[in-house]
């Protein structure tokens, strides 16, 4: 089955292409022409995924799906929220958004958080939701090369390296995206 990944970001595409692997024929946003930014103006990771897909949906008439991610800690008050990707400014700056998160959390002793992914599949006249979570704390420095976003200071819960320490396929196994993935992939295999 072939389905569209209503992302840019090839690190995400190539992330859910090995969750995945040979079942579906997984396309980005580039492969069916579309490239431009889809709008996120939402106020919330449900309503942001669920622009991305209809977007899609209508406009290219491709079964897709499409997702939202946000890493909340708990002591700014769930920031960086829904602002994530673009939290020290629109340019989207991963090394920017580590830095403003680190200085922000100087001197907190609370460094709880949590990655939410939220995807919504459009398959057919059918739309769902789907969600996964993952708690952690974040570092006081970043560590480890691997993956992307927040990957360098966010160490998930029982384990005492970052995501960015770990091999793709190990996050993948505990990741928020990985745990929306499944729940995607059992709805589709079910």
């Known amino acids: 089955m072939k389905i569209c990944f209503a992302t840019h970001n090839l690190n995400k595409l190539r992330e859910v292409k090995q969750m995945l692997g040979d079942r579906y024929t997984v396309v980005g946003l580039n492969e069916i022409g579309c490239v431009d930014e889809i709008p996120e103006d939402g106020v ?11 977007f899609v949906a209508e406009h290219f008439g491709v079964n897709c799906f499409a997702d939202d991610t946000g890493l909340e800690v708990e002591a700014l008050g769930g920031e960086p929220g829904v602002y994530s990707a673009r939290y020290a400014g629109e340019e989207k700056d991963n090394q920017a958004n580590m830095k403003l998160l680190l200085e922000k959390l100087k001197g907190k002793t609370n460094r709880q958080a949590r990655f939410r992914t939220v995807i919504t599949l459009i398959l057919d006249d059918i ?10 704390s974040i570092t006081q420095e970043l560590k480890g090369t ?4 927040y990957d360098p200071i966010f160490v998930p819960e029982g384990h005492d390296v970052t995501f960015a320490e770990m091999s793709a396929e190990a996050k993948n196994r505990i990741s928020h995206r990985g745990r929306a993935m499944q729940a995607l992939v059992s709805f589709l295999q079910g």
Do not use: P, R
């Open 146 to 149: 691997e993956g992307f976003g």
């Open 127 to 136: 739309e769902l939701q789907f969600e996964g979570v993952v708690k952690g």
């Open 44 to 54: 919330t990771l449900d309503e942001n995924s669920k622009i991305k897909a209809q």
